[in-house]
C-alpha cells in the first residue's frame, strides 16, 4: 500500500536541501576548521602530550602530539648562565642590589612562593645559611666545598635524594614557564602551577592532585625532566 505524500511537504523538500546546501559550504564549515587550527601549537598552546592533562589520558588523544623535550631548558643550562640572564630574574630572583634572594623568597612575583625546604652548610654543620636558587639549581653535594652544600630543610622521613632533584627540576621549570619566547602557554604550565606542584609534594607523603593526577614527588619530578632535553 503506498503512503500519500502531503504535497505540501514537497513543495518544501528543495528550499530545506538548499538550506542544507549552503550551511555545508559555508557556516557548518566554520567551526570544524577553527577547532582544527586551534589544536596546533602555533597558535600558542603547548602540543596536548605534553600538559598534564594529556598525561592523565596516557598521549592518547586525537589533539596534535608533539615533542615535550624541547619545550624548556634543564636544570644544568640554567646553573652555567649568568643569574641576571636568567628569565624574569629581576623580578623573581634578584633583589635590589641585583643579588640573589633566598629561595623561599622566590619566585618573588608569586604568592605563594616556593616553601622554606633547603639550606646551605658545611660538612660541620656550621655556617648553616638559607640556600638560593643557584645553590638548589645546582644540587651540590660536593664535598670538596664545604660551604656549598646542599641539604633539604625538612624532617621527618624525606627522602634527601629526591628533594634534590625536585628543588632542581622545579626551578628550572618555572624559568621555562616565564619564559617571555618560550613561556606558558607554549610551555605546558605555568609558573604559579610549578610552584603549587613543588609545594604540594615536598613535605612528606604528599600529593599534587588539583586536576585528579594523584602525583607524588616522583611523577612531578618525571614531568618536568620530561619538559626538557
Same mark, same amino acid.
Given at each position: ?12 523538500? =528543495? ?21 582544527? %587550527? ?46 641576571? %640572564?636568567? =628569565? ?142
Amino acid at each position: 500500500m503506498n503512503t500519500p505524500i502531503d504535497p505540501q511537504a514537497q513543495e518544501n523538500r =528543495p528550499l530545506i536541501n538548499e538550506q542544507r546546501r549552503r550551511l555545508a559550504k559555508g557556516g557548518l564549515a566554520a567551526p570544524i576548521v577553527l577547532g582544527t %587550527l586551534l589544536s596546533r601549537p602555533v597558535l600558542g598552546a603547548a602540543p596536548h602530550n605534553c600538559t598534564i592533562s594529556g598525561q592523565m589520558s596516557g598521549n592518547v588523544s586525537t589533539h596534535v602530539q608533539g615533542v615535550c623535550s624541547t619545550l624548556g631548558r634543564s636544570p644544568s643550562y640554567y646553573a652555567g648562565i649568568t643569574p641576571s %640572564l636568567w =628569565p624574569n630574574a629581576t623580578t623573581d630572583f634578584l633583589n635590589n642590589s641585583n643579588a640573589l634572594r633566598s629561595f623561599q623568597n622566590t619566585p618573588f612575583s608569586q604568592s605563594p612562593r616556593f616553601k622554606n625546604a633547603f639550606e646551605r652548610y658545611n660538612t660541620a654543620n656550621q655556617n648553616i645559611a638559607d640556600a638560593k636558587a643557584l645553590d638548589v639549581l645546582q644540587g651540590d653535594w660536593d664535598l670538596t666545598n664545604a660551604d656549598k652544600v646542599l641539604r633539604v630543610r625538612l624532617t621527618g622521613g624525606f627522602d634527601t635524594a629526591k628533594g634534590i632533584a625536585l628543588g632542581k627540576e622545579a626551578v628550572a621549570a618555572y624559568m621555562n614557564a616565564v619564559d617571555g619566547t618560550k613561556g606558558y602557554p607554549n610551555f605546558p604550565i605555568s609558573g604559579a602551577q610549578v610552584v603549587a606542584m613543588f609545594n604540594a609534594v615536598i613535605m612528606v607523603g604528599g600529593k599534587y592532585d588539583p586536576t585528579g593526577v594523584n602525583w607524588g614527588i616522583m611523577d612531578v619530578i618525571q614531568y618536568f625532566q620530561s619538559l626538557h632535553a
